[in-house]
């Protein structure tokens, strides 16, 4: 075990993957030199050369349409995309090929391809810097989409998404790159999608996923002093979901409770709660209940806390919850 | 036509040309075997064509007129090297080796690709216009890190070349010096809008730009197109870098099988071209300076016919693939949303249609 932040933990990660395989290939702009404006990249240009570490110019469609010809080739890039605002000059490419070369070549291509995405807000940053676009990419199939919440998770969930043979949207939680935590550098904790129980409960099921994992967990403290149990379930893999994990966890507590920061009109929020009314629709005491950003553009930064989630809107939303209960 | 730096080596009229760069070595087989080429790619293209106004093909788009710049630049490549097409490239593909029916699924609408771009070292049509270019300057960036001698070729046309990812590759290819070269087929249309739409420039000129050499090229000589792109992919096996090629030349037909050109151009303009016919030229070479005799272009006409006559029967015979086939391949591994709708058809179909 090693205590390191998420963006160290995402650098060893990285580094054991160029390690493993020569045709894994880093391709972002300032990630040679710089290490990425997040540092996430730091030394690996010196370490294994402008040729596997490679500085982009500044065109996200072609970053990522460089990266499907490579991937033709048989070679695996890992791309940085700065910033989630950044990714939308690629949609194309990522929806109309990378997602679907698969399918067109009848398995001929493989897209081994990871596009690393640090998104989410609470860093107080300028407009487009702070967005959550992942349903966009849980919605188009040939995708995979996950998104990490610890050191740990981050260190072996980007080298498991850099050996998968799809292409995977890797999203980062960018507010929790220097939170610390351990990390086993030996033994991987699951597999790439699998839902984790964060914190055991009993009496209401928590999602979430990246920065609303630990809204989640300190919601779920404070709750305990009230005297209810929160079960906190990481979802980890948004495409697929691991819903099998939620629903076991539904048909004890009888409550669902969905948070993340994206507004919640055709979420994965709007998933989770459909798919477990339609699985878990006896069991289930109270209306399943998202708490999200808004319906809005992110807001300016000095207004985000109240976009996002907090602890107080998720005990406000938790009180409404168990008001309904039946 | 093309302005005084149009490269030129076989003039309509079917006279060879000298030019200061460029000189052509073909033998009179090689010449017979590109007339050949185009002959019968012209012919596929006709049948497809009948095909789908018979209602076997639910679209098809046309190459006529451009059968020279897709037969000499697809003879140009190496049998180790890898090309894109847009969705108008049958002549390219005919000289990769895909088989005629297979460039016929995606129009029959069985299939959303065709074959294996492994197994021909040809990449699938792209519709969405231009993003093949960044495909292939990045295949392009493998080649250079497996050290391989080899080269990529990328085709597009002049309605593409104002997309921003055909431009995004120029940059990438400029800065990467990766090995690829650049087919324009300016054919003068983008369906309805002209040319002087896309650019106020000749388009060859916007790779003077990005840093690399651009060249204009009379896309209806065969004998131009062929020594130009194989002196371009040899200047990028040698480490030289990108080259952009202006093929300019002319769409004889509707931009697909649901165009309808005379609400926008003039027969008068067609006209035009049709005395710069990429096929005639080079019958007249071979009639006039090889002495080919009319029998053997009758017995190409002959092999052209049989092989439109296979394709007619190949794309009869192409039924529906089964409902559930869209459920395979969709990822490398399985994910269980797609098995969830493949149960979900497959439950379906077993219990309420026939």
């Known amino acids: ?326 | 036509m093309g302005g005084e730096e149009l490269i030129q080596l076989l003039t309509p009229e079917g006279e060879r040309r000298q030019h200061d760069d460029y000189e052509s070595t073909l033998t009179r087989d090689e010449i017979l075997g590109f007339y050949r080429d185009m002959v019968i790619v012209r012919r596929l293209c006709n049948e497809a064509t009948s095909l789908q106004r018979q209602g076997q093909l639910a679209l098809w788009a046309p190459l006529q007129g451009q059968e020279a710049a897709q037969i000499g630049a697809g003879r140009a490549l190496g049998p180790q090297d890898f090309a894109f097409p847009s969705y108008r490239e049958h002549g390219v593909a005919w000289t990769r080796g895909v088989p005629p029916a297979d460039m016929a699924r995606i129009f029959r609408a069985t299939v959303t690709g065709g074959w294996d771009p492994r197994q021909y070292r040809y990449s699938l049509p792209t519709v969405v216009l231009g993003d093949q270019t960044l495909h292939a300057v990045g295949y392009a960036m493998g080649i250079q890190r497996d050290g391989a001698d080899e080269a990529v070729m990328v085709f597009f046309g002049d309605g593409a070349s104002s997309q921003g990812d055909v431009l995004e590759s120029f940059v990438w290819a400029a800065s990467f010096q990766a090995p690829v070269v650049f087919v324009l087929q300016n054919n003068q249309w983008a369906i309805s809008e002209p040319t002087s739409l896309q650019t106020r420039i000749p388009l060859y000129h916007r790779a003077d730009g990005f840093g690399f050499p651009g060249v204009r090229v009379d896309g209806n000589d065969v004998l131009a197109m062929y020594e130009v792109t194989r002196r371009a992919l040899d200047r990028a096996r040698a480490g030289e870098g990108p080259t952009l090629i202006e093929a300019f030349t002319y769409r004889m037909g509707a931009h697909t099988t649901s165009d309808d050109p005379t609400r926008y151009r003039v027969e008068a303009d067609v006209e035009v071209w049709r005395h710069r016919d990429p096929v005639e030229r080079v019958k007249a070479l071979l009639a006039r300076s090889h002495r080919v005799r009319s029998s053997r272009f009758a017995e190409i006409a002959e092999e052209a016919d049989a092989l439109a006559l296979a394709l007619r029967e190949d794309v009869l015979a192409m039924g529906p693939p089964p409902a559930t086939d869209m459920f395979d391949d969709v990822y490398a591994e399985p994910h269980p949303w797609v098995e969830e709708g493949r149960r979900t058809l497959s439950a379906f179909l077993a219990e309420v249609a026939p």
């Open chain 1, 1 to 326: 075990m090693t205590m390191m932040t998420m963006a160290k933990a995402l650098n060893e990660g990285l580094r054991r993957a160029l390690e493993s395989d020569r045709h894994v290939l880093l391709l972002g702009e300032d990630i040679g030199k710089l290490g990425g404006v997040f540092r996430v990249t730091d030394g690996l240009q010196k370490d294994f050369g402008e040729d596997r570490v490679i500085d982009a110019p500044l065109a996200e469609s072609a970053i990522v349409g460089t990266s499907v010809g490579l991937a033709m080739r048989g070679y695996r890039t890992v791309v940085e995309i700065q910033f989630d605002g950044f990714v939308y000059p690629a949609f194309d490419q990522i929806v109309s090929q990378a997602a679907k070369l698969h399918k067109r070549s009848a398995g001929a291509y493989t897209m081994g391809l990871v596009i690393r995405l640090p998104f989410q807000g609470g860093i107080g940053a300028v407009e487009h810097h702070s967005e959550s676009p992942e349903a966009y990419f849980v919605h188009t199939a040939g995708l995979r989409v996950v998104a990490c919440s610890t050191p740990n998770d981050a260190y072996w969930m980007i080298q498991q998404a850099v050996a998968h043979d799809d292409p995977v949207i890797f999203c980062e939680p960018k507010c929790r790159y220097w939170d610390k935590g351990e990390v086993d550098l030996e033994n991987p904790p699951t597999g790439l999608f699998d839902a984790v129980v964060r914190r055991p409960g009993r009496d209401v099921t928590v999602v979430a996923y990246g920065s609303m994992v630990k809204v989640a967990l300190q919601a779920a403290e404070a709750a305990a002093e009230e005297g209810r149990d929160l079960e906190v379930i990481d979802l980890r893999g948004l495409s697929p979901m691991d819903l099998d994990t939620v629903a076991a966890s539904v048909e004890r507590t009888g409550r669902l409770l969905v948070i993340q920061e994206a507004p919640p009109i055709a979420s994965v929020g709007s998933e989770i709660v459909a798919a477990i009314q339609e699985r878990c629709f006896y069991s289930l005491r109270a209306p399943a209940t998202r708490v999200s950003g808004f319906y809005v553009p992110y807001p300016a930064s000095k207004i985000e806390d109240e976009f996002r989630p907090s602890v107080d809107r998720v005990l406000w939303s938790l009180d409404q919850l168990m008001e309904h209960d039946s």
